[in-house]
C-alpha cells in the first residue's frame, strides 16, 4: 500500500460519484473498504471489486450507522480510514425554504457526518495511525445563492471537523475536510436539470454556466479528489489536521 498509514477503510455514500471512485482507488491500493449507502444495488456493483464489500446504511439514522460499524469490524475489523461522503443537495431561493428541506439538507449532510465520525472513531484503535475525512464542499467555504441549507450544513461540517481535530490532537487520529467545487458526479447532473427546468437553459450551457465558476473553466474530477484523500491518509500527512482542504481550481 505504499506510502498509505491505513489499511482499512469505510466510505458513506460509496455507491455511486465520488464515493465510488475513492472506494476503487483504495481498494486498487490495496485497502480493505466497506461502502455504504442506501441502495444496495449501486453498492453490489461497486462490492464487485474483491477488496470491497457493501454494507447498506442510512447515515441519518443512529441505529443504523451503528449497526454498519458492527458489521464493519466483524467483517473486515476496525475501521483506519472513515469518510463521511453521504451527501445531498436541492436548491431553492431562502423565501421558499421549506421547514422539511432545510431538515433533510441538515439529517444527510451534518447529522450523517456527525454520526459517521462518532461511531467510527468509537470503534477506531487510538493508539494507530487513524483518519477521519469528511467531503464537504466549496459550500462550506464560501456562499452561494439558492443553496443556503446547503451552504449552512457544509459550513457547519467544517466547525465539525476543526473541533473534533484539536479534541484529537493528542492521538494519531487527524480529521480533514476535503472541499470540492463542482464535480462531474450524478449530484451535478441534478444541477444542471435544475437549472434548465427554472431557466429554459439547454443543458450545455447550463454546464457552461457552471463550469465557469470555476478559474480553470472546468469541473473537477472525483480522481482529483480521491489523490487529496489518499495524500491525507498517508503516512506524509500525519501532522496535517483540522483542515478545510479546496479542490476547485482556485474558486477558493
Known amino acids: 500500500m505504499g506510502n498509505l498509514a491505513i489499511s482499512t477503510a469505510l466510505i458513506t455514500?460509496?455507491?455511486?460519484?465520488?464515493?465510488?471512485?475513492?472506494?476503487?482507488?483504495?481498494?486498487?491500493?490495496?485497502v480493505k473498504v466497506a461502502v455504504s449507502g442506501r441502495r444496495p444495488e449501486m453498492l453490489a456493483e461497486v462490492a464487485k471489486h474483491p477488496n470491497i464489500t457493501?454494507?447498506?446504511?442510512?447515515?441519518?439514522?443512529?441505529?443504523?450507522?451503528?449497526?454498519m460499524f458492527g458489521t464493519f469490524c466483524d467483517v473486515i475489523g476496525a475501521p483506519d480510514l472513515v469518510i463521511a461522503n453521504a451527501g445531498m443537495a436541492e436548491s431553492a431561493p431562502f423565501g421558499k425554504t421549506s421547514i422539511d428541506l432545510w431538515k433533510r439538507t441538515m439529517d444527510v449532510n451534518l447529522t450523517g457526518t456527525f454520526l459517521t465520525f462518532r461511531e467510527g472513531l468509537n470503534v477506531m484503535d487510538r493508539a494507530k495511525p487513524g483518519r477521519l475525512i469528511s467531503i464537504a464542499s466549496?459550500?462550506?467555504l464560501k456562499g452561494y445563492a439558492y443553496v443556503t441549507a446547503y451552504c449552512a450544513a457544509k459550513h457547519a461540517v467544517i466547525g465539525l471537523v476543526k473541533s473534533l481535530a484539536t479534541e484529537l490532537a493528542s492521538t494519531p487520529i487527524t480529521v480533514n475536510?476535503?472541499?470540492?467545487?463542482?464535480?462531474?458526479?450524478?449530484?451535478?447532473?441534478?444541477?444542471?436539470?435544475?437549472?434548465?427546468?427554472k431557466t429554459g437553459m439547454s443543458a450545455d450551457d447550463?454546464?457552461?454556466?457552471?463550469?465557469?465558476?470555476?478559474?480553470q473553466n472546468r469541473f473537477i474530477?472525483?480522481?482529483?479528489?480521491?489523490e487529496t484523500v489518499m495524500w491525507l491518509a498517508s503516512r506524509q500527512a500525519a501532522s496535517i489536521t483540522g483542515q478545510a482542504i479546496s479542490v476547485s481550481g482556485g474558486e477558493i
Open 138 to 140: 466549496t459550500a462550506g
Open 54 to 67: 457493501a454494507i447498506p446504511a442510512d447515515v441519518t439514522d443512529e441505529t443504523s450507522v451503528r449497526a
Open 206 to 215: 447550463a454546464r457552461a454556466s457552471l463550469a465557469k465558476i470555476n478559474p
Open 13 to 30: 455514500g460509496g455507491g455511486t460519484g465520488v464515493g465510488a471512485v475513492m472506494a476503487r482507488m483504495l481498494a486498487d491500493a490495496g
Open 221 to 226: 474530477q472525483p480522481e482529483e479528489v480521491t
Open 177 to 197: 475536510a476535503v472541499c470540492p467545487g463542482f464535480m462531474e458526479t450524478p449530484m451535478l447532473e441534478q444541477s444542471v436539470a435544475n437549472i434548465v427546468a
